[in-house]
């Protein structure tokens, strides 16, 4: 993810919400961003790391396979959180705070398991 400060007067202070990586309303994993600073006029490039441990799949099995054994079907999958940004534009007697809800549907093809999935047409925002 990349995130971007369009701010020419101050910098932000940069929080997130658990992304949740769900199946049809099941969370199936969770993840974090760390906290960062972001200054005025800049962007980086946020790595985001999402494990699932010990999520129970209620029937669905440990592994993604047909019931014939042979190749699975792309799966739907979607991502959501919230990112959080705060600046302090006159030290803390002036406070701004800004909220954008990020969603993500994309889909899993088990057939491409090693290839990056590109969520740049994926992701709406609010």
């Known amino acids: 993810m990349t995130y971007r400060n369009k701010g020419t007067f101050f910098g932000v202070r940069v929080t997130s919400t658990p992304i949740d990586l769900s199946l049809s309303e099941i969370t199936i994993a969770s993840g974090n961003i760390k906290k960062f600073y972001q200054s005025r006029k800049s962007q980086r490039s946020v790595a985001i790391s999402v494990i699932s441990n010990k999520i129970p799949l209620y029937g669905s099995g440990a592994g993604l396979s047909s019931s014939t054994g042979t190749t699975t079907l792309p799966v739907p999958l979607?991502?959501?959180?919230?990112?959080?940004?705060?600046?302090?534009?006159?030290?803390?007697l002036v406070r701004q705070k800004f909220n954008r809800k990020i969603e993500c549907d994309f889909t899993f093809d088990p057939k491409k398991l090693n290839v990056p999935i590109s969520l740049k047409k994926a992701c709406t925002y609010d």
Do not use: D, H, Q
Request: glycine share 6%; aromatic share 14%.
């Open 78 to 92: 979607k991502m959501n959180f919230v990112i959080r940004s705060r600046a302090y534009v006159l030290g803390k």
